[in-house]
């Protein structure tokens, strides 16, 4: 993108991750806060599943941030669910997803029960959304980068509806709960976030020495082991849990069952596990994602 026109900073796209939440209803109410700092930019402030924030709970019906795909878009205009219908009606206003979408950038907030600290989830390597990141990346403690590479037609996430996207993942943090130091922390990150759009729209950004970040890239999702009959029968080991960006090695103990067994991770290579125990991700058949480490320039 030659410059950023549209943005949306959004929270509640699950509506039991309170950091987001609270930021969306504290903007809404002084919007300067963040519109100053791009006076040039339409910014939308947006509380993406107001019906799950109501109930404190992750979604009514259907994951909103699985409703996202083509396919799902593209579908029966009415249906009994929450999610399904909510996703078209933002489609509709902010799509529609694809080269005509009317948004330009997505800043996405949300919460992780894992020891995640600040992560800047990037599902493409956009001109912008890299510098931004890398930048925000050395200036800010605690800050790590995952690419999560995404064909975005096929991509379920709201942030796929802009021409780019970031999601801001913040953690540990339990859900339902807020705390103070994240809470802050990701209030920062966004306005630099908007600063940096600022300087991109003025090629200020892209004149600036591009940086060496270290970058975690998706890998795979893993499973818990399970018994016959699609049981989980094994834990998180307790050496790997909160171990979020850490190397996991071949042999090294990465689950234990419930008789105090230790199951080894049996690879060829090295992994590096981000959202450890999730909670939101045991219905999902997720223990953790392996990822890739790697030093990049952006």
């Not at 939308?44 to 009514?60: C, E, G, H, K, Q």
Request: proline fraction near 5%.
């Amino acid at each position: 993108m030659d410059k950023i026109k549209t943005v949306i900073i959004s929270g509640g796209t699950h509506g039991n991750e309170l950091t987001g939440v609270q930021l969306i209803k504290k903007w809404t109410t002084n919007p300067e806060l963040c519109k100053n700092k791009v006076p040039d930019v339409q910014v939308d402030l947006l509380m993406v599943n107001p019906a799950a924030v109501a109930i404190v709970r992750r979604y009514v019906d259907h994951d909103l941030n699985r409703s996202f795909a083509n396919h799902m878009l593209t579908g029966s205009t009415q249906s009994l669910c929450v999610e399904w219908n909510r996703a078209q009606e933002l489609n509709g206003t902010y799509g529609p997803k694809g080269d005509s979408t009317k948004t330009d950038l997505i800043l996405d907030i949300h919460n992780t029960e894992s020891n995640m600290g600040i992560c800047l989830i990037l599902s493409t390597k956009d001109p912008f959304t890299t510098r931004a990141s890398a930048q925000i990346a050395h200036e800010f403690p605690n800050v790590h980068i995952y690419y999560q590479p995404e064909e975005r037609g096929a991509s379920p996430y709201f942030g796929t509806l802009a021409r780019a996207d970031v999601c801001i993942e913040v953690g540990p943090q339990s859900h339902g709960t807020l705390q103070a130091s994240l809470f802050e922390q990701t209030e920062q990150v966004v306005y630099r976030y908007l600063e940096l759009i600022s300087e991109w729209n003025n090629q200020v950004l892209q004149k600036k020495e591009k940086k060496k970040v270290t970058v975690f890239t998706q890998h795979r999702d893993v499973d818990y082991p399970r018994d016959s009959n699609g049981n989980i029968s094994a834990m998180i080991h307790p050496s790997l849990h909160s171990s979020d960006y850490l190397e996991l090695k071949p042999g090294a103990p990465l689950f234990r069952t419930f008789d105090g067994k230790d199951i080894p991770f049996e690879n060829d290579h090295s992994v590096w596990p981000l959202f450890i125990n999730e909670a939101a991700y045991y219905e999902k058949k997720i223990a953790m994602s392996f990822t890739l480490k790697s030093i990049e320039e952006w």
